[in-house]
């Protein structure tokens, strides 16, 4: 049973920085594209990142790209997710989530296509 917890969230201020970790167990994170989805109260399930099995190729949602940054450890079955110059609009609860599939930057910026999921880590950003 693949299991995807994630850790990292907290309070920061606008312009602040914060670092996302998803620990992968049940299998090897090296047989995933890792994803990174968000969800504020109300909204829809956003795509933040992707980024695949060998961490060669990445892709960035519209809002982030810049900012943002995904990456992955394989030897330690962690993916990551660096944000920096936060904005109050960036406050969610991350998601992140593995997908079996071969990469595909399209395919994985939606959050269908993915088989696994974390519980979520609360990013909240003060104005």
């Known amino acids: 049973q693949v299991q995807l917890v994630e850790s990292g969230g907290a309070l920061v201020q606008t312009g602040g920085s914060l670092r996302l970790s998803c620990a992968v167990s049940?299998?090897?994170?090296?047989?995933?594209?890792m994803g990174w989805f968000r969800q504020a109260p109300g909204k829809e399930r956003e795509f933040v990142a992707a980024?695949?099995?060998?961490?060669?190729?990445?892709y960035y949602g519209d809002s982030v790209r810049g900012r943002f940054i995904i990456s992955r450890d394989n030897a330690k079955n962690t993916v990551y997710l660096q944000m920096n110059s936060l904005k109050p609009e960036d406050m969610a609860v991350y998601y992140c989530?593995?997908?079996?599939?071969?990469?595909?930057?399209?395919?994985?910026?939606?959050?269908?296509?993915?088989?696994?999921w974390g519980q979520g880590t609360q990013v909240t950003v003060s104005s």
């Open positions: 049940g299998r090897t994170s090296s047989n995933f594209v």
């Open positions: 980024i695949s099995r060998y961490g060669m190729n990445t």
């Open positions: 989530a593995a997908s079996g599939a071969f990469w595909s930057a399209n395919y994985h910026s939606r959050h269908g296509q993915y088989e696994y």
